[in-house]
């Protein structure tokens, strides 16, 4: 990806880099074909400082877009590898930030995880059922793209001083039900 951006755009290299990788396949750990593990694993595991390092830029940034599936296991046999694959951005942004600063770099590592954000993410996942993907979104009020899109003009706005490891970004939402008089 970072050959072919500098090939096309005549660019230097890449000091401020955003991993925004959504894949989402549906493969159980019982039933899952290994093929869709791999892709998963690849797509959001993808290293991205080596430009930074070849160029010796010493004060880029690299923000993962992770998500909350990356701290909490959901309840969902379909999502279980792809939980797995985001609690390895979680381990792995968490270990580069450490190596950055031993090496007393000023690259800073971010992980930004989000709730549900109402993206096409649910609509892939579920392409053979339509109308449970337009459900989920139906169900809670979602976080939007622009909301995340501010969480990350936040993390590069931050003071050189300012470290923003993890950002857990998630609305305030519960399960609608109808609370009666007695229950309030």
């Given at each position: 990806i970072f050959a072919w951006f500098a090939n096309t755009f005549q660019h230097q290299g890449i000091d401020v880099c955003i991993n925004n990788a959504g894949l989402a396949l549906p493969a159980p750990l019982l039933s899952g074909k290994t093929s869709g593990w791999r892709t998963m694993m690849d797509v959001h595991t993808s290293q991205n400082k080596y430009s930074m390092k070849e160029r010796k830029v010493d004060d880029g940034q690299i923000i993962n877009i992770n998500g909350m599936c990356g701290h909490r296991v959901l309840h969902n046999a379909d999502l279980h590898f792809c939980n797995a694959t985001k609690y390895a951005v979680t381990a792995l942004t968490e270990g580069l930030r450490q190596e950055l600063r031993e090496a007393k770099t000023h690259i800073r590592a971010t992980s930004v995880s989000p709730g549900l954000v109402e993206t096409?993410?649910?609509y892939r996942l579920l392409s053979q059922n339509p109308k449970k993907a337009a459900a989920t979104y139906l169900s809670i009020k979602?976080?939007?793209?622009?909301?995340?899109a501010n969480t990350v003009v936040y993390?590069?706005?931050a003071p050189p001083h300012v470290q923003a490891s993890i950002i857990h970004h998630w609305r305030n939402y519960c399960v609608q039900k109808k609370i009666s008089a007695d229950e309030m």
């Open positions: 096409e993410l649910t979602c976080l939007q793209a622009a909301e995340i993390v590069l706005s």
